[in-house]
Structure formats: structure tokens, C-alpha cells
T-cell receptor
Framework: GQQVMQIPQYQHVQEGEDFTTYCNSS?????IQWYKQRPGGHPVFLIQ?????EVKKQKRLTFQFGEAKKNSSLHITATQTTDVGTYFC????????????????FGQGTILTVHP | DARVTQTPRHKVTEMGQEVTMRCQPI?????VFWYRQTMMQGLELLAY????????DSGMPKDRFSAEMPDATLATLKIQPSEPRDSAVYFC??????????????????FGSGTRLTVV
């Protein structure tokens, strides 16, 4: 079945350092979503990427979707203590009709710790 | 802000007992997911529904788990009988899936706060 792998599993940074998490799928994806889960909380949607090679920015966060639509990355510039949490990617296969609302498979997540 | 409501927030039960978790999706959403989260397995998809019809429950242990949507405002996940290995946080998420929304940058699913289940 579809697998979505995410690395690293853990990342500890000093406040102000950059952070990147990578997501790889065993199959071509129709789109990919990113979520953030604060400790003790629930996943919160950040963004969806749909086009090959797409790059999107949200303030200090930069999201990329690979050309082959099998990998993605999230980069945070100059981390802050408020960035602490687990970052998940979630990939979706397209169905035979070319639309894209099949099941969403989550990666294992990257736990980010930021030391002040 | 619209939210997905899950009840109960916490549940402690003895092995062998039946457990029912409930989810009220956001009004107007046509897709509901049930996920289970553990440290070891991460977020596992158990079941999902579109327009109340079950689309995929391949991740769900069929012998003890069942998921239903008796109406558009309620999704349930039932475990009978419960076992200690079922201890986890169970999340419900809802969203709107249509032929064009997948191209939208800001489209995503809204998760509930989860039900933390402990089976002793």
C-alpha cells in the first residue's frame, strides 16, 4: 500500500537556527498537505501543494513539492519557540478519474524542539 | 471558528468493555476521517466516509472495530470488546471534498481535539 516516509524523526535546534523536514512517498501523489501538532494538541492544517515543483511560503515557512510529485519539504527559517511541535506531511493519491479525493496517508512526523 | 467536536475527551475502561466515540463534523463538510495516534505507529487511518458512505476501512481491525455515520451530523467509532492495545488518542477530522477543491492551496481537514482512550 501507499507509504509516506518522513525524516528526521526528531530535530533539536537552537532558537534562530533553521529547520527542514523531508517527506517521501513510494508512489506519485496528487497532492500533499502539511499539518502541525502542538504538544497535547491535535493536527492543524498548514497548507496543500498540488503542482509539480510548487513552492509556497507562509512567513518563515517554505513548502516545496518535488518535480516528480513524490517528495516534499518544509523549511522554517530562524526558528522560534512557538515553532515547537510535530510537523506531519500527508499525501494523497489521485483516483482513476484524475480527481484527488482519496484517502490521506500521514508520514510519521518530525518532532521539533527549539531551545531558547 | 467552526470546529469538529469529539466526545468523550477522555475515557478509561476495563478490558472487554464496549467503547463508543462520537464525532460531530463541521456543518457542510462531506468527508469524515477517523485516525488513531500512538507513539509507535503515528497517525493511522482507520476509516473514512464521504457523503456518509464508507469509502475505506482497510486500516480498521474488523473483528472489534466498527465505524458508522447514522446522519450527517454524527460519526461514531465503536470498539467491542476493547483491549489494552487499543489505548491511544482517536481523532476525527472533517472536510469538504469535491472535484475542484483539491487544487486549492488553503484546503485542508479540520481535526477534533481527540478522545484519549485508556484500556486497563
Amino acid at each position: 500500500g501507499q507509504q509516506v516516509m518522513q525524516i528526521p524523526q526528531y530535530q533539536h535546534v537552537q532558537e534562530g537556527e533553521d529547520f527542514t523536514t523531508y517527506c517521501n512517498s513510494s508512489t506519485t501523489l496528487s497532492n500533499i498537505q502539511w499539518y502541525k501538532q502542538r504538544p497535547g494538541g491535535h493536527p492543524v492544517f498548514l497548507i496543500q501543494l498540488v503542482k509539480s515543483g510548487e513552492v509556497k511560503k507562509q512567513k518563515r515557512l517554505t513548502f516545496q513539492f518535488g518535480e516528480a510529485k513524490k517528495n516534499s519539504s518544509l523549511h522554517i527559517t530562524a526558528t522560534q519557540t512557538t515553532d515547537v511541535g510535530t510537523y506531519f506531511c500527508a499525501g494523497r493519491l489521485s483516483n482513476a478519474g484524475g480527481t484527488s479525493y482519496g484517502k490521506l496517508t500521514f508520514g510519521q512526523g518530525t518532532i521539533l524542539t527549539v531551545h531558547p | 471558528d467552526a470546529r469538529v467536536t469529539q466526545t468523550p475527551r477522555h475515557k478509561v475502561t476495563e478490558m472487554g468493555q464496549e467503547v463508543t466515540m462520537r464525532c460531530q463534523p463541521i456543518l457542510g463538510h462531506n468527508t469524515v476521517f477517523w485516525y488513531r495516534q500512538t507513539m509507535m505507529q503515528g497517525l493511522e487511518l482507520l476509516a473514512y466516509f464521504r457523503n456518509r458512505a464508507p469509502l475505506d476501512d482497510s486500516g480498521m481491525p474488523k473483528d472489534r472495530f466498527s465505524a458508522e455515520m447514522p446522519d450527517a451530523t454524527l460519526a461514531t467509532l465503536k470498539i467491542q470488546p476493547s483491549e489494552p492495545r487499543d489505548s491511544a488518542v482517536y481523532f476525527c477530522a472533517s472536510g469538504f471534498d469535491g472535484s475542484r477543491v483539491f487544487i486549492q492551496e488553503n484546503y485542508g481537514y479540520t481535526f477534533g481535539s481527540g478522545t484519549r482512550l485508556t484500556v486497563v
